[in-house]
């Protein structure tokens, strides 16, 4: 592996599309549900996030430990 590739690997976020994928919901459902509660467009955050959100960090962990294991930590 070189430098290049596990910078990228460790860079890696996710948009709000790739949230909305993982929640079966419309990108403009996250945002809106991230807006501050005060705000106007303020939605509640669909049913059953944290589950999915918690299995979607638990895969994103894997793979950042799986990195660490290449580089030799």
């Known amino acids: 592996m070189d430098f290049?590739?596990?910078?990228?690997e460790?860079?890696?976020g996710m948009t709000r599309?790739?949230?909305a994928v993982v929640?079966?919901?419309?990108?403009?459902?996250?945002?809106?549900a991230r807006l501050d509660e005060a705000a106007k467009a303020h939605r509640n955050p669909p049913g059953g996030w944290e589950?999915?959100?918690a299995r979607e960090?638990?895969?994103r962990a894997e793979r950042l430990s799986r990195l660490a294991e290449r580089l030799g930590a």
């Open 51 to 53: 589950t999915k959100l």
């Open 17 to 19: 599309e790739q949230i």
């Open 4 to 8: 290049k590739k596990a910078t990228e």
């Open 23 to 32: 929640l079966g919901v419309s990108e403009a459902t996250v945002r809106q």
């Open 57 to 59: 960090a638990r895969k």
């Open 10 to 12: 460790l860079m890696e």
